[in-house]
């Protein structure tokens, strides 16, 4: 690949088929009262750092193999595997950035074969009576849609020789693809960049993202989105 892709995407619901933080969750804790708290964080009545905590709170005491058992069964999209190789063959530099906790996201990837890939997400363990402590080594006050900066890590691990890329679908999404050149969302994140008017790209799988990024690559001319260089611009300085 001629030129140099840095490529950033979510975790849930992106990678995976569920949104497996949102379900265990509803699993293990009160199911109405998740739902409320998960409602606050979308209605940006709370941060996500909030509902996280909140989230950890109404679960109480869980059962730890139940809880393993259930992130066991979650599945990743089909065509995730090829996205990997097309990333490794072409010399992407790919990177998960999830508002969800490394607990699953580890076992996920593991059961995947797939381990070996970067990620970057909140932290999560369980006592031996089966609290769940959450901790959020990335956060920062002003990324309220996500406990875990996503921008942060934008900014981190590219410069601006890279044509940056994210690939996303909800609400943790928002704040990130302000510093990005290309966006690829599905769903909510769909519909926000619709209402915000921020171009996209709509993706279903990862065949389509393959598709455009081989379509971005060809052009001999690509401009960067001048809104995102600028945001990066000034977080560089800012760092």
């Not at 009576?129 to 942060?152: Q, T, V």
Request: with cysteine; glycine share 4%.
């Amino acid at each position: 690949m001629d030129k140099t892709f840095k490529i950033f995407m979510d975790f849930d619901r992106t990678i995976s088929t569920i949104d497996v933080g949102d379900e265990l969750f509803r699993e293990f804790g009160n199911k109405e009262l998740t739902n409320k708290i998960i409602g606050d964080l979308l209605e940006d009545k709370i941060s996500s750092r909030d509902c996280w905590t909140q989230l950890c709170e109404n679960a109480g005491s869980v059962n730890k193999n139940k809880w393993d058992k259930f992130i066991d069964k979650v599945e990743i999209e089909p065509s995730f595997h090829l996205f990997v190789r097309y990333c490794e063959e072409h010399s992407c530099d790919l990177f998960i950035l999830s508002d969800g906790f490394d607990y699953y996201i580890e076992k996920v990837l593991e059961r995947h074969k797939i381990n070996h890939l970067r990620f970057f997400s909140n932290n999560l363990s369980i006592t031996q009576e089966g609290f769940l402590i959450p901790s959020f080594p990335y956060f920062d006050a002003d990324c309220r849609s996500s406990a875990n900066c996503k921008r942060r890590h934008i900014i981190e691990n590219s410069s601006e020789n890279d044509y940056t890329v994210f690939i996303g679908d909800g609400n943790s999404d928002k704040d990130p693809i302000e510093y990005v050149d290309f966006i690829f969302a599905k769903d909510d994140l769909l519909k926000y960049c619709e209402k915000q008017r921020i171009t996209y790209y709509p993706f279903k799988n990862f065949n389509d993202v393959i598709i455009r990024l081989n379509e971005l690559n060809s052009k001999k001319n690509l401009k960067k989105r001048h809104q995102a260089v600028l945001k990066r611009r000034e977080a560089y300085l800012m760092e």
